[in-house]
């Protein structure tokens, strides 16, 4: 297995794990990490692929800086969400019914 | 843009003027708002006499818009279209008229007359619509326009009368918008054109022309009322007075008639129609229509609700004209187009006035009417003979044409139907004038709130115009042979649409 | 001018973050108006002379940025700004004075325009990932301004499904690049070829599924209800018009771009979203049908009329297509931008958010009620209105390939939105019962509405310039 293909793999396997994790798990403190898990695996999919002979491509590693600056301000909204829900209703889940 | 461009847009004009400054009007501003109901009128009537003027000299007037590539919102004023339109401009007039009288003092005008203003140019599009497409957008434009009329009264009643009236047009218009696409997409247009359009496309499609038929008149039938898509036609008339009697007699149900009249003609042409096998299916739904509004009409006490079937049966006489394969026919079909709108507006007239004045909407309550309100009884006389198709009136002419026109055709099972219904006509009218004249005057009204003052038996705006349009019903009947009467307009169109030959006939 | 699109938003959306909360409503009418000129300009220079590029900053790609705009992007521009300007007048009488919901509106208004604007621009997939995620976050905040434990839940449900939208887009271009090398979707249109390797494959199916997350196509719609009919109603209103399209323009732009010859080779890849988008009819109508409170009726409908957009993709192969959808989109955003307007005003008037609760309105706010007709006249394609048109283009279109199941599910969808749109106004020509409330509303909120929903409508009479500028490629 060559070096490019064992990232690329890694990374698939983080993004669906993190996938996962958005979508299954409640609490929505470990759903905010899982989707960084998930933008990881992402980022290092991108980078891991693109390495031509071994030598780093160096516009996916722009990309990446790029999206790492996206995820971190998805994260920081995500955690202001939450908080302000924390504040409001003392719980740290989302109601199954609270959409109707 | 021309000036023979500029009047049919002119036509439309106005009467969606008026009514779009209708609605911006507050409600206390009745002068305002009458004076532009009757200016919008009269300026209407004038124009349409322009064009009458100018389609008898040979002048044509048509202007047409690309709405997308290759589809045109179009219009055109020919002869067919003009009797439509002066129909409806002329029964206009009368019904704004009496709408001020009978909404006086009512609440939310302002939203009544801009919706009836609307309905009437909807009506005006339908009547000049060039082509398919156009004939649809006005066509739904008119349900649209028609159901805040319908449930004006916001009762839970009017919205029930309102939601049947929206269930069969909405999906009749489905109906008919596909048969329309179809049509669009085998011939790339769907432009009106004597003698037809569909019949450029050969023989291997006939199969498809005839399913295509059958969707139109599916969608045309809902609006004409042809049984068994008459339905919502009784349940309407919980609107008030004016809207049965200019829309649910006149401008809907005459919409989907019309319709039926061009795609015959002008869509199929006449001959093809009659080549592929599509009149005597159509014949036959008139003459059921016909034989089954009259019967149900026997049964029903509610004096709107019995006229609303007898719509029901007289508005397939014209289907059942178009049906018959020949010149007679079609002029009895399209010259009752003309007389029934005159003669049923004239009944719905009086019967909004002895509701309005005395209370009284069922037949059973009528008893010695005539001594109380004679003029609107002697109106309502008129109007119910003509229907019976009683010598001198209007009616008279349309069923001496329809009876020759089937034995010229040859079919004469269709003059049975007509001799049926008009037994049937008398069976459920001649009830009623021998409650009204004959019956002795009851202690008391249903609910009278109309003092009589000398011979003005109720208020002249409702008064007049039931006696203006029975006066047309009788001129119409009298002098038939006139230059400018409906039947010498019908022999016009007629001779337009069957060129080699020639309409022969004695009055 | 291209560029001035992206940036106008972005400075003033600054500058009224600068000035504090619920300030800087002139500077966004300015700008919003200098952006409609902008926008309109741009459409007359490519009509007059086709595509237009500009590489920014001087760099062209592979290292810099490309900004392109075709008749597509042209036309969505057009869009985001008419909808966006009548919409911002509304907010300014929407808003009270100190009102929470307002505090950071103006400035994520202007984000979200900037975002809009920047990716209908985009020349590459890697620009249309950021432009979307930025996007994608001012929406969320604009969701969550209310403030209230309701909206921050929505808000919150909201960011996961976009979030997880765009990851597996970006996962998506990860794997292009990695296979190709570029992300210049001009580039790649050639590479791309039927015999594509299996990478490939999975890199477009995670793409277009995640922005159909991100579009609310049924089966992915869960989000869209509870945001769009939490949200206060300009939020609403931008949401549902044009915020919701924008992943639709992606899908749509990979479709007939860089994917152009896997999706003609495959069947069931063209029938996928199809299907999806006549589920999504049937069941965003029933929901709609069935809804107790107004503006959950019109969120649901919402995600029925996005169904019609994905029953474009089996009939791409034909001319005229591209029109028809965008007819449809105009149509749409339009009329929806005016039906969450005339619901707001509803709301506000009778204060209550139930479709019960409308009994009377008709008589007390008729030129609402007026323009929650008009846009429902257009969602359920009746004429005179761009809804009718977009109908009869898809309508025509299936039977030209005689997919009669399109056809039926146009028309049905129609008439199943009539039942919803009359529900309301049925409701509203009631008499009003006994001591019913009804609280005077500013004028402007009345008008804003109407002139969006009379908008939809006109278009329905003049669609030729439209036509002709999407035709431009």
Redesign the interface.
Known sequence: MTGELLF?SV??IL?AL??AG??LIGH?LR?VLA?NV??S???L??V???Q?NGIA?P??QA?VL??IV?AV??TA??LA??R??YV??GKLE??QD??? | MNFNELLPLAVLASSLLPGLLI?TLPESWVGLRTALNLFGALIKLALVLLLILGVQAGESYGVH?????G?D?AFKADALGLLFITLSAVLWLFTTLYAIGYLEGA??RS?FFGFFSLCVTATMGIAMAANL?TF??FY??L??AT??LV?HR???AS?RG??TY?VYT??G??VL??GI??L??LLGHTDFAHAGIAVALGSAYDGQLQIIFLLLLIGLGVKAAIVPLHGWLPQAMVAPAPVSALLHAVAVVKAGAFGIVRIVYEVYGIEFAQALGLLLPLAIFAAVTIVWGSFRALFQDDLKKRLAFSTVSQVSYIVLGVALFGPIGTIGGLVHLVHQGIMKITLFFCAGNYAETLGIHKVSEMNGVGRRMPLTSIAFTIGALGMMGAPLTAGAVSKAWLIDGASAAGMDWAIWVLWTSSLLNAAYFLPILWRTWFKSVPKAWPGEHVAARGWRETAWLLLLPPMMTAAMTLLAGMYSSNQMSPLSWAKLIAEREYLHEMIIRAP | MMVWLILLPLLWASFAFLLGPGRGVWLAMAGLLAQLWLAYALAEEIVASGVAEHAVGGWGA??GIDLVADGLSAAMLLLTQCVALPLAVYASAYFKRDDPAATYFWPLVGFLLAGLNALFLSADL?NS??TL??LG?AA??LV?AG????Q??????Y??AT??GS??Y??G???I???Y?TVSTVTLTPLIGAGAPDLVWIAGGLMVVGLMLKTALFPFH?WL??AHGGAPAPVSALLSAVVVKASFYLILRLWIGPFSSLTVAANLVVWLPALLGMLAVFWGSYQAIRAERLK?LVAYSTVAQLGYLFLIFPLLVSAGAL?AVIMQVFAHGLAKAAMFAAAGTLIKATGQDTVAGLAGV??RL?VTL?AFGLAG?TL?G???SSG??A???L??LA??QQYWVI?FVV??G??LA?VYV?RV??QA???APAGSVVMPVPRTLEWTAFVLAAASVLL?????EL??LVGIT
């Open positions: 690329a990374g698939v993004f993190g996938v958005v979508l929505l759903r989707f998930m933008g695996g992402a980022f999919v991108l891991g692929l693109a031509r491509d516009v996916p990309m790029t999206g996206v301000a998805a909204l995500a969400l939450v302000r829900l409001l209703t989302l109601s609270d959409d109707e | 609605f818009f690309a709405v997308l590539p589809l919102l609440p939310r939203r497409f649809f957008v739904e434009l349900t649209l159901f805040p449930v916001g009762t839970e919205m309102g939601t929206l909405l999906i218009g489905a918008l596909t696409i179809w669009h997409h | 592979p290292l890697f990932y950021v995620e930025l976050l969320v905040g969550a403030g209230g434990a309701q921050i839940a929505s808000a919150l449900r960011l996961f979030l997880v990851g597996a970006l996962l271009v990860a794997l690049y990695g296979t090398g869960f209800p509870p959950m029109q008709a008589e008729p007026f006249v359920m009746l004429p005179p009718f048109l109908k009869w283009q309508i025509e039977l030209s056809a028309l049905v129609g008439l009539a009359f106004l049925r020509f009631l008499l329905g009479l003049r669609g030729v036509m002709q």
